[in-house]
């Protein structure tokens, strides 16, 4: 499903270059959950940009779906974004004026869904995932916890194939963080394949794979024991 070969990548600004990805070689399978560990700076986040066609790399070789990425146009990119994968952030990037329904729904606009059919669609998987009731408040009328369960809905709304999350529990506390793990072990359940990079042990010791980058490279790929 995602598989990385020898990849490389450096940041240029000005004269200086920060070589961060130094030869990733990783090879995730459809339907697994797996964590990616690793200090601050460490390369989570641009890591995780590449697999989500969000940035480019520099060396090396990545398929998704047996397709090989690179050099690819921004629309070809965004298609293959929309139709392949979902993505859910730390800060949960809801649009503050629009409600929840509105903010699941929001993919859909995109794909140029008739409004009454993505309201319709976002209403269903709001109520399929317990969260009917507040599918018309605004994002500042929900708790953390509600509105990251929105932006995962968001996510799910184009039925991706996988999950890219990146640190989704950080800005939660530790029960709340442990009910979007439920949730996000549900998803997978699906099929849906879940990638979660994430600093916190408990998040990770409740995924099926634990990668650990450190300076650049694959220091720890382990599989972990199902709970
Ligand atoms: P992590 O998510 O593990 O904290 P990142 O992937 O965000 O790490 O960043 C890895 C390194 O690359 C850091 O030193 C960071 O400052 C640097 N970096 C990240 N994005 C950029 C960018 N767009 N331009 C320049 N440097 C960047
Ligand atoms: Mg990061």
Do not use: C
């Amino acid at each position: 499903m995602i598989k990385f070969t020898d990849l490389h990548k450096s940041y240029v600004t000005g004269s200086n270059k920060l070589h961060v990805l130094k030869g990733i070689d990783l090879d995730i399978e459809k339907g697994e959950l797996v964590s990616i560990m690793g200090s601050s700076g460490s390369g989570k986040s641009t890591l995780l940009n590449i697999i989500g066609l969000l940035d480019a790399y520099d060396s090396g070789e990545y398929y998704l779906e047996g397709q090989l990425i690179r050099e690819m146009n921004e629309t070809k990119a965004a298609h293959l974004r929309n139709r392949s994968l979902g993505f859910v952030f730390q800060s949960f990037n809801l649009i503050s004026f629009k409600n929840a329904m509105e903010n699941v729904a929001l993919p859909l606009y995109y794909q140029k869904v008739k409004r009454r059919k993505r309201n319709k669609m976002a209403l269903e998987l709001l109520d399929k995932m317990g969260l009917k009731e507040w599918a018309d408040h605004m994002p500042n009328e929900l708790s953390g916890g509600q509105k990251q369960r929105i932006a995962i809905a968001r996510a799910l709304i184009s039925k991706p194939k996988v999950i890219l999350a990146d640190e989704p529990t950080g800005a939660l506390d530790s029960k709340t963080s442990f009910e979007m793990m439920d949730l996000f072990k549900e998803i997978n359940r699906e099929g849906i394949t879940v990638i979660i990079v994430t600093h916190e042990n408990d998040i990770s010791k409740r995924t099926d794979r634990i990668i650990k980058l450190n300076d650049g490279i694959i220091e720890i790929n382990i599989e972990n024991n199902k709970s």
